[in-house]
């Protein structure tokens, strides 16, 4: 299987050993307000929401299903998500809207979730921003459009991967 990293650091503002050097840089939905606009938070979500839409269908996909999921209620609660949490579960088939969905929920603190298909396909988030996506294939055109996009794709192996 092939694994990116997908994030929105710039790799040349790595350090030799590969941690982000920028302390400028917002890091968590939390820092909206602080370190960055609603509106460039939200623009930045998207092209991570895209990413994924990007792969699927690199490799013609349309559904995963949930690997894992972790919910923090008051985070739930605050981005009206406790309905349609309420109808996903674990080993769920979940379609590309509920993927956004649950992609959204994540990038925004409010869930941690893992979503996969078998040896075709996974998305892992980890902390700080990023982003861990694999696929049976190269997909080529997917990371084409995400690196247009302004996101950084780079070949990585997800820390999660064991436990999907």
Same mark, same amino acid.
């Given at each position: 299987?092939?694994?990116?990293? @997908?994030?929105?650091?710039?790799p040349l503002f790595r350090n030799?050993?590969? &941690?982000? #050097?920028?302390d400028e840089e917002w890091t968590?939905?939390?820092?909206?307000?602080?370190?960055?606009?609603?509106?460039?938070?939200?623009?930045?979500? #998207?092209?991570?929401?895209?990413?994924?839409?990007?792969?699927? +269908?690199?490799?013609?996909?349309?559904?995963?299903?949930?690997? /894992?999921? *972790? #919910?923090? &209620?008051?985070e739930v609660n605050k981005q009206?998500?406790? *309905?349609?949490?309420?109808?996903?579960?674990?080993?769920?088939?979940? &379609? @590309? #809207? +509920?993927? *956004? /969905?649950? /992609?959204?929920?994540?990038?925004?603190?409010?869930?941690?979730?893992?979503?996969?298909?078998?040896?075709?396909?996974?998305?892992?988030?980890?902390?700080?921003?990023?982003?861990?996506?694999? /696929?049976?294939?190269?997909?080529?055109?997917?990371?084409? +459009? @995400?690196?247009?996009?302004?996101?950084? @794709? *780079?070949?990585?192996?997800?820390?999660?991967?064991?436990?999907?």
């Open positions: 299987m092939y694994s990116w990293r @997908v994030t929105k650091y710039n030799r050993d590969g &941690s982000y #050097q920028n968590c939905f939390s820092e909206v307000g602080l370190k960055v606009s609603m509106e460039e938070y939200v623009r930045t979500e #998207q092209l991570y929401i895209n990413a994924i839409s990007s792969f699927m +269908e690199d490799i013609g996909l349309d559904h995963a299903y949930l690997l /894992a999921l *972790e #919910q923090w &209620s008051d009206n998500a406790k *309905e349609f949490l309420s109808k996903i579960w674990v080993g769920k088939t979940i &379609s @590309v #809207q +509920e993927i *956004e /969905a649950l /992609a959204r929920l994540t990038l925004r603190n409010a869930i941690w979730c893992k979503i996969g298909i078998k040896k075709d396909f996974y998305v892992h988030f980890g902390n700080d921003y990023y982003m861990y996506i694999g /696929a049976r294939k190269a997909c080529e055109k997917a990371i084409d +459009e @995400v690196t247009h996009s302004g996101l950084y @794709v *780079e070949r990585w192996e997800s820390p999660y991967q064991s436990t999907s």
